[in-house]
């Protein structure tokens, strides 16, 4: 038993072990590839969408199986850890972060900027309004940059749209200021 106890015990470690390795891999990965967009580019523009939402899982109905293989597969490309690697080093290097609303990115044709009355579930579309046959992914990406270009010509729609973030107290200084703001009780 105790044999057991040190094997399993080191193939525990081993495994722990190739799973740091691989996370800390896949971090230096993000982190070559923000600092080569922040350097290229003047600007990089997101979509401005919760991934907490992503994280939600729809309730399993009563005749069909709970599917583990969407969670698992976005807990391993680590999104979140990707969009904070480019943050930071477009930050970092002085660039400018642009944050766009998600709405219809994907629905609206980067042409003619007519919204398709139905959702676009294939990935070549031709456009209702002019025809115009384009990739879903492309499209959408050619939707942001003018959406981001729209916000640099315009300050008050860059400011609108990229809120400045509310700076948060650390709990300790929370503690200490209603500790010195409460009256000492002497008797």
Not at 50 to 57: I, S, V
């Amino acid at each position: 038993l105790e044999a057991w106890h040190h094997r399993d015990r080191h193939l525990h470690q081993y495994e722990a072990g190739c799973r740091g390795g691989a996370l800390r891999h896949r971090r230096e990965v993000y982190r070559k590839f923000a600092a080569y967009l922040a350097k290229t580019y003047g600007h990089v523009v997101f979509e401005r969408w919760d991934l907490r939402k992503m994280a939600e899982r729809a309730p399993v109905e009563d005749d069909t199986a709970d599917s583990r293989a969407p969670n698992r597969q976005r807990q391993e490309m680590g999104v979140s850890e990707l969009r904070l690697a480019v943050i930071n080093a477009v930050e970092r290097d002085g660039g400018v972060m642009l944050r766009t609303p998600a709405a219809y990115t994907t629905m609206q044709c980067a042409e003619c900027a007519h919204v398709q009355s139905e959702r676009v579930d294939t990935l070549l579309h031709t456009c209702e309004s002019c025809g115009a046959t384009w990739d879903q992914d492309s499209n959408a990406a050619k939707n942001l940059l003018a959406s981001g270009q729209a916000q640099l010509k315009d300050p008050a729609l860059l400011a609108a749209a990229n809120p400045a973030p509310k700076l948060k107290k650390a709990r300790w200084s929370k503690k200490h200021a209603v500790a010195d703001a409460a009256p000492d009780a002497t008797i």
